[in-house]
């Protein structure tokens, strides 16, 4: 199973919704990160678990919250959320962090954010 | 800050011809770059690279690493439909993040 999971693939939320985005992997990678793509434009970091730690957070707004229940699953709570955090929600697992080299991503198909 | 950029940004090929992609870098501390194809949601993994001059292939893609000169080439021959998609190469170096480039639309048409 080489496969990261990503649930709901669309999402259409009110500015004043909560909702939450899921990932799940059962590669056994100990490393898992929530990515922004918005269209025409590469991803962007936002946060990194390592052994269901968080590692990185890169400033991004308190209205994106992680949580890492354990290490095969992700999630990312949204919470009055503005209309333009609507973008392409990826997230991804490698084996470990990557400060190891040949360290590569695996990535989910991503949910399709728009807020109203 | 780290960088790395992508050419061309968008290039259109028929169906059959052979296209080079190109990435240039600049990491502090390089450790890897790779290649990822994204199609419609989620980047597949091409490749990745870590030393100079030697070539990895997967049938009709082709990628190589001139760590001297700061760049990779990733060729596609024999272009077909399937192969459309946006191109992404991206590079860790110190700062244990991948850093994206903005990747190469690549459209091919019967």
């Known amino acids: 199973d080489t496969e990261v999971t990503q649930t709901p693939k669309h999402l259409v939320m009110g500015m004043t919704n909560k909702k939450s985005l899921k990932c799940e992997q059962h590669?056994?990678?100990?490393?898992m990160y929530w990515y922004k793509q918005k269209a025409k434009k590469p991803p962007e970091l936002m946060f990194v678990?390592?052994?269901?730690?968080?590692?990185i957070n890169e400033s991004v707004p308190s209205r994106f919250s992680p949580e890492c229940p354990n290490s095969s699953l992700l999630n990312l709570h949204l919470h009055a959320l503005q209309p333009e955090d609507s973008a392409l929600y990826l997230c991804?697992?490698?084996?470990?962090?990557?400060?190891?080299?040949?360290?590569?991503?695996?990535f989910g198909s991503g949910t399709q954010l728009s807020v109203l | 800050e780290d960088k790395v950029v992508q050419s061309p940004l968008s290039l259109v090929v028929h169906e059959g011809d052979t296209v080079t992609l190109n990435c240039s870098y600049e990491v502090t501390n390089f450790r890897s770059l790779l290649w990822y194809k994204q199609e419609k949601k989620a980047p597949t993994f091409l490749f990745m690279l870590?030393?100079?001059?030697i070539e990895k292939k997967s049938g009709r893609l082709s990628s190589i690493l001139d760590k001297k000169e700061l760049f990779s080439i990733l060729n596609i021959t024999a272009t077909q439909t399937g192969d459309s998609a946006v191109y992404l190469c991206a590079v860790q170096g110190g700062s244990e993040k991948l850093v994206f480039g903005k990747g190469t639309k690549l459209t091919v048409n019967p």
């Open positions: 870590t030393s100079s001059g």
């Open positions: 991804a697992s490698s084996q470990d962090w990557m400060t190891a080299t040949n360290e590569k991503l695996f």
């Open positions: 590669m056994g990678h100990r490393a």
């Open positions: 678990y390592s052994y269901e730690k968080l590692s």
